[in-house]
């Protein structure tokens, strides 16, 4: 009898660190998804002047590599009509909270999620303490 209750209390017990294994890894990979980093400021910035039709906004959310030195508003006006166009199709209503980051820190890569589904990866850059989108 006490050996089938050392059986019973052992399985207890590996029943509750499997379900706290479960919890955990559960909780990490909601964690590595979240609202707002500090690597997903330039491509909220994005969203923003997407939807505010800021130009400025839009061009500082690039690195100096991307502008290149292109500060002609109504070339940035253009591309940012263009972003609006694609976004505007591929996402018709969205919410800055629809989308969720996380970032790969050996590739300087901003993962973005939409509504908890990967959407895509871009490369951000850090210049003078602020991210930039470092592709188009």
Request: hydrophobic share 40%; charged share 25%; with cysteine.
């Amino acid at each position: 009898q006490i050996v089938l209750q050392n059986i019973i209390t052992f399985i207890t017990t590996m029943n509750k660190i499997f379900i706290l294994l479960i919890i955990t890894s559960f909780s990490l990979s909601l964690k590595a998804q979240r609202e707002h980093i500090k690597q997903s400021t330039p491509f909220e910035n994005v969203l923003i002047s997407l939807k505010t039709d800021s130009v400025k906004l839009f061009m500082r959310s690039f690195s100096k590599r991307i502008v290149a030195g292109e500060t002609n508003e109504n070339i940035w006006l253009a591309r940012l009509q263009q972003g609006q166009a694609k976004f505007n199709k591929r996402f018709k209503q969205f919410e800055l909270k629809d989308f969720t980051y996380s970032f790969n820190k050996e590739s300087s890569e901003l993962i973005i999620y939409y509504k908890n589904k990967e959407l895509q990866t871009m490369r951000v850059v850090k210049e003078k303490g602020c991210w930039k989108l470092d592709e188009k």
